[in-house]
Each structure stands twice: as C-alpha cells, then as structure tokens.
C-alpha cells in the first residue's frame, strides 16, 4: 500500500514517534524560535513598548530563549554525534560533512552558552546602571551633554550588545545551514 492511500490508525501514529521524528521537532522548534527572536519578536516589542519597558521584557525573555537553545543544540547535537559515529573519529576535519554539521550545532551551544552565562548578565548589569544614570542626570542615555560616565555605559551597553548579537546571528546561520543539510541529505546516520 502506497503511503497516499495509508489508512492512519493507532499503529501508524505510534511509528511517527522515533528518534529521526523528534530530532526533526527540535531542530525545527529551535530554528524557528530562533528566527522569531532575532528578526520579529525583538523588533516588535521594540517598536510597541517604551524603551524600559522593552529593556525589562528583553531581560525575561533573552534567558528562557539562552536556554532552550543550550538544552535543545545540545539534544542534538548528542544525536548527531551518537547517529554519525565518525564525527568523534575525524573530529578535526570540519571538511568531512558530518563534521561540518556536528561544528554548526556546536557554534549554537557554544554562542548561547556565552550570551546565558556571560555576555548577557554583563549586558543587562550595564544597561541597568545605564538606567539608574538616566535617572541620577535627568537625561536619556541619548541626549546632548549627557555625562562621561554615561558615555562609558553606552559604549559597553553598544560593545555588549554587539557581541551577543554576533553570537546570536551565528546560531541562526549555522541553524539555517543545518536545516538545508537535513533537508537534502537528511539524518542518514551508520
């Protein structure tokens, strides 16, 4: 029987739910999340919300999104490894492919790894001391004739954000990398 005219039962479900299945589920869950924090959910909020108010929800959200990225990149990137055995044999050649993929995956679990446990503390301290400036001068960070110090903490704040940004554009490319190899060639393991 084709699978167009497969009747779907009980069995047939039960046999959707493998390992390949739910690999495909987290890739697609963190590359869609990613793309939705980096280009919609960040800009939306920024253009609805006033600046604190933004600020605040950024430092909610940016932790739960760090996360998931660690835990799911991680998943699987475990899979990977575990499904293509050679990538711990050829570890150092990132020109056999399935090197290549488990180092796209490692580029996600590293780059969020340092946003959740470095460079986004250090980010959200500055811009809160930022914050508290404000409100000492009277000023907006952005606003003519605002002090040495708060020149400082833009410049970190800017540095900061810069980086974790860079971190965050690599996931979502290595990501997109990722899924176009899965889609052609697929999860073809040993």
Known sequence: MSTRNQVINFQILRTLVNVDGLYLLGYAWLFGMSLWISFFGGVIAFRALPRHQFGAL???VFPVYFVQSILLSGGLLTFW?????DVTTHAFKPWYADVAQAYALGTVLV???????????MTSKIMF????????EGKAYNDAGVSAEM????RQFGSLHGISSLFNLAAVIALGIHG????NVGLKGY
């Open 58 to 60: 950024q430092h909610k």
């Open 81 to 85: 490894v575990f499904k293509h055995p």
């Open 111 to 121: 780059g969020q790894g340092l946003n959740y446990f470095v460079v986004g503390p």
């Open 129 to 136: 001391k930022r914050q508290k400036q404000e409100k000492e």
């Open 151 to 154: 020149k400082a903490l833009n």
């Open 180 to 183: 176009l190899w899965i889609g």
